[in-house]
């Protein structure tokens, strides 16, 4: 999982799996912050239907407040006002008790509406078991983790759950409970978006959606409206609110899925167990879900909101596919062009802008249409400045991979590029990110292969004994890389690893080889692990040469190793000799628990 570090580190917010924040997250109907005049704030006081100001003193509420009021019939306003001993302006004139004292018009739709909406807010119960990526057949201890959902109609008009993607993560059982209810209902995920964040759950028990109105999705917002976060965060176990504003709207890292997408910055709370929680405007719609926050001695009540044209991408995708197919990118590094003398060297005219492409990644369509050296001037007809960025909106520009993100996997996009002095237009189609290294398994179990040998091994008074051993190879991830070497892993990696050697006198001087990188298989170069099986399993060579980094050689019998396999299985419990995904390589291997952990399974159960 990449990082984004400035002086603090994003987070996503999700109990039991990341650490909280400092601080305290503030349920209904209590202040989250003192007075911008410094003076202490006291619990919400009605007066009538009249409720002072959350988030402002007595004195602040008031005048905040009867400053906003049309003079009464036969005053007016400062006729009666005096300055208070606390230093503030005050009209002591009686409040009107059908007047709304709130601070934001959020919080004033919420209060008025709160069964309506705070209802389809639920909470979410998730228990975990991640894959160990050393040992790839195996799983690591599960962990529970809550979190935050919300209940909403998709556009066929069934009903479902959203939540965030790493609430759900590798998950063996997911639970969701409803606001003051005792019971919890077993959800099914129906969908996960690494890249979005997003996940999709429903829940068959009918008794779930009785009485409760799923939540609506308004616009993407302005900056400066009222927002309120709901849901259920660390420090207690009922629905919590925080307010605020929108603060920016970008092209935003998004740490889970290692992407940049539209996001929305907010200066409401978003502590850990809000992941997944709704994010209400000024009339109870849902603009957002939140996910991440940045944390650090420089950062101060910044997070992050996935926006509803990113949830929508998403429901489209799930709803046209039946599956999440991603978010494409066009798989290219490229620079800003705003050098004069840099346009002036590929023959642009003064009023010509655009982006110069420096590399192409070999492995996307893209290859195939644009070149470094490329100036790509318009995306869809859309012009590209030379900053890299594009319109938005009113009188806002954003980032141009943003574009891309609004294109669905498999779609075409037109581009307008300038190439050695002329204007050409290339159709490209867009697709998935396809990395050697991929930067997430998205929710799969990492593949892997083991040859099997066998060895003799001498005991105590000289007799022989057959040993089996092997050798277990894997796809090289940056969960894997992550797992192995920790956060300081190197960025550019092998695909096909070496993982780990298991001993005997087979595999004699082979024992400390893990973690190098499989080169070449007789001669013949290693492009990924499928190629690997497929060289092992129609080996007519008498031995196995594997040739590795560093200038290493692993030679194996070949006999032995066809001979070793159902043995070296069932030793170390190892379902298959390869993962299920790559079986079908292996015609007459079964995916199945070997006969020594199903009778240990036997006996525990």
């Not at 590029?417 to 050409?424: A, C, I, P, S, Y």
């Amino acid at each position: 999982m990449s990082a984004f570090v400035y002086q603090a580190a994003l987070r996503v917010c999700c109990v039991s799996r990341w650490p909280p924040q400092r601080g305290k997250s503030w349920p209904t109907g209590q202040f989250k912050q003192a007075c911008s005049c410094r003076k202490p704030v006291r619990p919400a006081v009605k007066s009538g239907r009249a409720v002072l100001s959350r988030g402002a003193c007595r004195v602040c509420a008031q005048a905040r407040n009867l400053k906003a009021r049309k003079p009464v019939a036969g005053s007016k306003h400062g006729d009666s006002g005096s300055k208070s001993g606390l230093g503030h302006d005050t009209e002591h004139v009686s409040v009107q008790k059908t007047m709304p004292l709130v601070s934001t018009p959020a919080d004033a739709y919420l209060e008025q509406h709160e069964g309506k909406f705070f209802d389809a807010v639920v909470k979410v119960y998730c228990i975990h078991t991640e894959p160990n990526y050393s040992l790839p057949w195996q799983r690591k201890r599960q962990y529970s983790s809550t979190s935050s959902g919300f209940m909403v109609k998709n556009g066929e008009g069934q009903r479902c759950l959203l939540t965030n993607a790493h609430s759900v993560e590798y998950h063996t059982q997911v639970k969701v409970k409803r606001r003051g209810d005792d019971q919890k209902f077993i959800a099914e995920v129906l969908a996960i978006g690494v890249e979005c964040d997003i996940a999709l759950l429903t829940v068959k028990d009918e008794a779930f959606w009785e009485g409760v109105k799923p939540l609506s999705f308004g616009p993407l917002p302005c900056l400066q409206d009222a927002v309120a976060v709901v849901g259920y965060p660390i420090g207690g176990d009922t629905i919590s609110v925080t307010s605020g504003v929108v603060s920016r709207i970008e092209v935003t890292p998004y740490v889970h899925g290692s992407t940049e997408l539209l996001g929305v910055q907010i200066d409401a709370a978003i502590n850990s167990g809000n992941s997944g929680g709704p994010v209400f405007n000024e009339v109870g719609e849902c603009v957002g879900i939140a996910f991440q926050s940045l944390s650090g001695s420089d950062a101060e009540n910044i997070g992050y909101v996935i926006p509803t044209p990113v949830i929508q991408h998403f429901l489209t995708d799930f709803r046209q596919n039946g599956k999440f197919t991603g978010f494409p990118v066009m798989g290219m590094k490229w620079q800003r062009m705003e050098s004069h003398a840099l346009r002036s060297a590929y023959k642009m005219k003064k009023e010509q802008k655009g982006i110069l492409v420096r590399h192409v990644q070999p492995t996307y369509e893209t290859a195939k249409h644009l070149k470094p050296d490329d100036i790509i001037m318009r995306f869809d007809g859309i012009q590209v400045a030379s900053d890299g960025t594009v319109p938005f909106r009113e009188k806002e520009r954003i980032a141009f991979n943003y574009l891309t993100s609004q294109k669905y996997s498999g779609e075409q996009a037109v581009l307008d590029v300038w190439r050695e002095g002329q204007e050409v237009q290339l159709t490209i189609r867009l697709m998935r990110p396809r990395l050697l290294v991929p930067l997430h398994l998205a929710n799969t179990d990492p593949s892997f292969f083991v040859v099997a040998v066998t060895g003799w091994m001498y005991g105590e008074q000289g007799a022989k004994q057959l040993h089996y051993a092997g050798i277990i190879f894997t796809v090289c991830s940056e969960p894997y890389l992550l797992s192995e070497y920790g956060a300081e892993y190197m960025s550019e990696a092998p695909v096909v690893v070496l993982s780990q050697v298991l001993a005997c006198d087979a595999t004699l001087g082979y024992e400390d080889y893990c973690n190098v990188q499989v080169l070449k298989f007789n001669s013949t170069p290693v492009r990924n692990l499928r190629h690997l099986i497929q060289l092992v399993a129609t080996c007519p060579d008498p031995y196995m040469r594997f040739d590795l980094a560093y200038k290493e050689v692993v030679t194996l019998q070949t006999d032995a190793v066809k001979d070793a396999t159902a043995s070296i299985l069932e030793l170390h419990s190892i379902p298959a000799a390869v993962s299920k995904d790559m079986l079908a390589l292996l015609p007459g291997v079964q995916h199945v628990v070997p006969p020594a952990a199903a009778t240990a399974h036997a006996a525990n159960s």
